[in-house]
């Protein structure tokens, strides 16, 4: 069933990806910048920032087909993004084609805009899924490789590190950030030491200065609190308090795969840029709230998870353009987000948890 519904879902998305992808057009074309060894970040972009250089390294293989096709690279590289996403959704611990199918249209909206984009969030996930598998099988230096390119590619995941050595294993966190160092490094390390040093810092000025004037525009926490006329200095201080609130939940240990999800889904809420295909990387809080045991006042989760869900699935911006803008203006996203991390947050630490099971 999973590969029919994946033929007809590519039969979709990898001409659209392949017409459009302009996410990728533009990175692919800075990663062949840093395989002739020119300037990678020497203009910013029109939106956003750019990816870091551990994400260029791992498209080199597209941007060299782009030198021959740009529209076969594009549709190439959304042929790799849907095998990553049939790859999650059959290894993350759904148990059920209906919770499947209830998580994947929570977050229908994201998943086409990142493949309309052709961004990276869909292998993320994917990283995200192998890393918590490993873990779960004790296997934390594989475990710590998946993480570590999930952080080279996007920064963000970090978090999942500072997770790894929260719960003592260091294995995996050290596996990790050696693993992130060394995917961003080597592919500047021809440069020469100057080279290197001025490719990162124009890399780390290009991401200070767009996300500071994006930084409003966009459905992170901060620019939540920014929206309300509150100083910038207030809207860092809620993603602190929102990482420092997952690691006092974190105290009491809950199901791994529960875990990996918060951590995830407060490191997309905690970024300064989120735009509405990180919000691909909800999933796993899905998952895991439709496979949790029965709660004791369903009718109260269910009030609080339908209008989650549909905000966070991002159907609400469907409608016609002037709704569409007030709704994101709004952070629609992002309110429906934080309901669904304080309903994922209610999940009974293991000790608490009765044996019965969904399942």
């Keep these: 069933m999973l590969l029919v519904l994946g033929v007809l879902y590519a039969a979709v998305v990898v001409p659209i990806g392949a017409h459009k992808g302009n996410s990728l057009e533009h990175h692919l074309q800075l990663a062949n910048q840093m395989l002739d060894g020119t300037s ?25 087909v782009a030198r021959l096709s740009g529209p076969v690279a594009k549709g190439l590289f959304a042929l790799a993004s849907l095998s990553c996403l049939a790859w999650a959704l059959m290894r993350a611990p759904a148990g ?32 995200v899924v192998a890393t918590w598998r490993d873990l779960e099988r004790r296997r934390d230096a594989r475990a710590g490789v998946w993480l570590g390119l999930a952080t080279a590619v996007k920064i963000f995941p970090a978090l999942l590190v500072a997770y790894a050595a929260y719960r003592h294993r260091w294995r995996a966190a050290a596996w990790a950030a050696g693993v992130a160092a060394l995917v961003t490094l080597l592919p500047i390390a021809p440069r020469g030491v100057a080279g290197a040093r001025d490719t990162l810092t ?80 909800l999933y796993p809080a899905w998952v895991a709230i439709l496979t949790a045991p029965p709660p004791a006042s369903p009718w109260l989760r269910r009030a609080i998870l339908v209008p989650a869900g549909v905000a966070t699935s991002g159907i609400i911006h469907a409608w016609s353009r002037p709704v569409r803008v007030a709704l994101y203006e709004a952070a629609a996203l992002t309110w429906g987000a934080l309901a669904t991390l304080a309903v994922l947050a209610r999940t009974p630490p293991l000790g608490d948890r009765s044996s019965a099971s969904v399942d």
């Design 202 to 281: 124009d890399w780390i000025a290009i991401s200070a200065q767009g996300t500071a004037d994006r930084r409003a525009k966009s459905q992170s926490l901060a620019a939540l609190v920014d929206r309300t006329g509150a100083p910038a200095a207030a809207g860092i201080a809620a993603s602190l308090a929102l990482v420092a609130g997952a690691a006092w939940w974190l105290r009491r240990p809950r199901p791994l795969f529960t875990e990996v999800a918060l951590v995830t889904h407060v490191a997309v809420l905690a970024t300064p840029l989120v735009w509405e295909e990180n919000f691909v990387l």
């Design 96 to 127: 059920r084609w209906a919770v499947v199918a209830l998580a994947l249209a929570a977050v229908c909206g994201p998943l086409q805009k990142d493949f309309e984009n052709l961004n990276l969030n869909v292998l993320l996930l994917a990283l």
């Design 40 to 64: 990678v970040y020497d203009a910013p972009p029109l939106f956003g920032t750019w990816w870091p250089p551990g994400a260029l390294a791992l498209l080199a293989p597209f941007a060299l």
